[in-house]
């Protein structure tokens, strides 16, 4: 009997905010990984607002990445409370999480004061263009708000072989890719796998815990 058929069945969200494609095709990866563990899955995208200055809306990599992109459905509050576990990524933008995912973030607020995200399951993914220059510190930066939300962090432990093989992203505490700054590294196998492993993980894990919903304001109230 597999860990899938011993427990409930996981419900897995999945928030994406990528220009290039990378930053997708590892949420895709990881969607992957988490369905082949039994999980219900949703691919969601975050609405990117404002053109940015800096991106190259000429590439062909951005052209046919942004056709796959709106076609993924707009994530929600209420795709979050849905979930048992929820991976949100972005690419990095200056060493942190990108502002559209940001205001994603911000847009679900009301969820901290229900406490509706207590006991859920979070991980987290990036892209960055250079090998040394804000991979693993997106990736702190996307944790916070989860514990914020009195979430259990998920990574990606050393078991995981293509997590000893990586020559560019991928790390015990996500999933990543290093596409180099002018994006011709592209995605690998080994990032490719290591996204499958933290689906797969998360969708394992949140099939086992329960949500523990509870009103921070009840708790604010108790606590005067
Ligand atoms: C405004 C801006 C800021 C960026 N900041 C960083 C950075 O701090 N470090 C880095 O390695 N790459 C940085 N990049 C490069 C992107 O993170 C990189 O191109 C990423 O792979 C794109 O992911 P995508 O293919 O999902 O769009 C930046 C790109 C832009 C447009």
Redesign the pocket.
């Known amino acids: 009997m597999t860990n899938a058929t011993m427990s409930k069945q996981a419900k897995v969200t999945v928030v994406v ?8 095709a590892l949420a895709q990866a990881i969607a992957s990984g988490a369905r082949r563990q039994g999980a219900d899955v949703r691919l969601c995208r975050v609405d990117i607002a404002e053109p ?1 200055f ?2 190259d809306t000429n590439r062909a ?1 951005f052209i046919a ?1 942004q056709r796959e992109y709106a076609d993924l459905p707009r994530a929600s509050a209420a795709d979050l409370e849905w979930a048992d576990g929820i991976i949100w990524g972005s ?5 942190l999480m990108s502002t559209p995912l940001r205001a994603f973030i911000d847009e679900v607020a009301p969820l901290w004061r229900a406490g509706a995200l207590i006991g859920k399951v979070g991980a987290v993914f990036t ?4 090998m040394h ?3 693993e510190m997106t990736l702190m930066s996307l944790m916070l708000p989860f514990l914020q939300h009195g979430m259990i962090l998920c990574g990606v432990p050393h078991s995981e072989p293509a997590l000893i093989k990586t020559q560019k992203g991928g790390s015990p505490y996500g999933a990543s ?1 290093v ?1 180099g ?1 002018d ?1 011709r590294r592209g995605v690998d196998d080994n990032e490719l796998a290591i996204g499958a492993a933290l689906g797969a993980r998360v969708a394992r894990l949140s099939a086992q815990v329960e949500a523990e919903p509870a009103s921070v304001d009840i708790a604010a109230a108790a606590a005067c």
């Open positions: 905010d990528s220009r290039y494609g990378s930053t997708l940015e800096s991106v990599d990445a690419p990095t933008r200056y060493g892209s960055t263009g250079g220059s804000g991979n890719v596409t700054f994006g």
